[in-house]
Each structure stands twice: as structure tokens, then as C-alpha cells.
């Protein structure tokens, strides 16, 4: 089965500052996608940014971009230039590209952008 | 494009009392997901549908819990009768079906039980 690892349960920076998740996970598929989703106060899920593990181009989307180190199982998440919208839980998530398409979810890292 | 939509968004109901949820997927997606998210935890699968087919209910609680998708559009997860434990917030997620899609999700139903 598999498994993802957040290991930061809280996070703080300043606004304007960048800052990185970490996300770890353990699967002995090949071929997978990961993603990073946020969920505000609002309780909805968003996706911030999503990667296919057969592509070794770290993905990004504007001030969010992500470290995929393949060999190691990790995917980090980076935020440049942060800004107060971006308070919210940052969820890690797997899923296996053939077979049950559903998503295996870290516990969350709760990001505060201060002013 | 109208997002996923869910209701109630709250729900307040005392233990051994039944509940539904409803969920109205993104127009066109085939493919629908029941997530329970427990406080402080990330969401976990309950069930999921492509079409009417139920095709992963595996963690899906069936003393309890029940779920129906008629015509392949809008969902409906019941509990009867709700325990403590299920206090959580229910999300739907729905994607286009084509097996590597992302999954797009609802608002969530914040369940208490009393």
C-alpha cells in the first residue's frame, strides 16, 4: 500500500518570504502522478500543482513549483514570494497511474502567512 | 463552470439519527468520489463510482453507510444511524473518468454528531 509522510504539521513566514513543504512517500509503482492540494478555511479542496512521475521537469504554476526527487520518494513543494491567500493546509497526495484511481493523502501541513 | 457541488454544508444530528449527503458533480465527469475527512487528517476514500457502477466501495463501512449514484450524475451517501465517530467532514470529488485526470472537489458536509 502507500503511504505519504508530511513531516511539518505547522509552518510561518512572513509575507513575501519563501517558503517549502515537505512531502515524502512510499509506493512500489513506476508510474504515478502526485499533487499538492490546498484547503483554505472554506474547507474546499484546491489543486495547486500536480506532477507525472514519468516526467523528470519539476512542474510548475506561477509562485509554486515543486522539487521531485524520484529516487529518493520526495516531493517538495516551494511557494515564492508568499502572500496572506496563501494561509491554508497544504495536503500531499499519490496515485497510482493504473489501478484504483483514488488519492492517498498526507496528514497536512498548516502554512500561515503572516503580514 | 458551475464547480462540485455539495449539500448540506452543515449538519448537526443526534447519535442513531440517519443523515444524507448530497453531491452534484462537475457537468460531463463520469467519474465520482466520496472522501471522510476526519479533524486534523487528510481525506480518506470511501467509495467511488464511474458512472452508476460502484467499482471501489472497499473502505466503505456497510453496516452503516450507504451511497447511490442513479442515472451517472448526482450521489447520495446516507448514514443510518450515525455514531460519535462519525463526526467529520464528508468531501465529493468528480473527475472527467479517463483514469489519470485530477480530481476536482466539493465544498465537504461538516457532520457533527451528538
Known amino acids: 500500500a502507500q503511504t505519504v509522510t508530511q513531516s511539518q504539521p505547522e509552518m510561518s513566514v512572513q509575507e513575501a518570504e519563501t517558503v517549502t513543504l515537505s512531502c515524502t512517500y512510499d509506493t512500489s509503482e513506476n508510474n504515478y502522478y502526485l499533487f499538492w492540494y490546498k484547503q483554505p478555511p472554506s474547507r474546499q479542496m484546491i489543486l495547486v500543482i500536480r506532477q507525472e512521475a514519468y516526467k523528470q521537469q519539476n512542474a510548475t504554476e506561477n509562485r509554486f513549483s515543486v522539487n521531485f526527487q524520484k529516487a529518493a520518494k520526495s516531493f517538495s513543494l516551494k511557494i515564492s514570494d508568499s502572500q496572506l491567500g496563501d494561509t491554508a493546509m497544504y495536503f500531499c497526495?499519490?496515485?497510482?497511474?493504473?489501478?484504483?484511481?483514488?488519492?492517498?493523502f498526507g496528514q497536512g501541513t498548516r502554512l500561515t502567512i503572516n503580514p | 463552470e458551475a464547480g462540485v457541488v455539495q449539500s448540506p454544508r452543515y449538519k448537526i444530528i443526534e447519535k442513531k439519527q440517519p443523515v444524507a449527503f448530497w453531491c452534484n458533480p462537475i457537468s460531463g465527469h463520469n467519474t465520482l468520489y466520496w472522501y471522510r475527512q476526519n479533524l486534523g487528517q487528510g481525506p480518506e476514500l470511501l467509495i467511488r463510482y464511474e458512472n452508476e457502477e460502484a467499482v471501489d466501495d472497499s473502505q466503505l463501512p456497510k453496516d452503516r453507510f450507504s451511497a447511490e449514484r442513479l442515472k451517472g450524475v448526482d450521489s447520495t451517501l446516507k448514514i443510518q444511524p450515525a455514531e460519535l465517530g462519525d463526526s467529520a467532514v464528508y468531501l465529493c470529488?468528480?473527475?472527467?473518468?479517463?483514469?489519470?485526470?485530477?480530481?476536482?472537489f466539493g465544498p465537504g458536509t461538516r457532520l457533527l454528531v451528538l
Open positions: 497526495a499519490f496515485m497510482k497511474h493504473r489501478g484504483a484511481q483514488k488519492l492517498v
Open positions: 470529488a468528480s473527475s472527467s473518468g479517463r483514469g489519470r485526470e485530477t480530481q476536482y
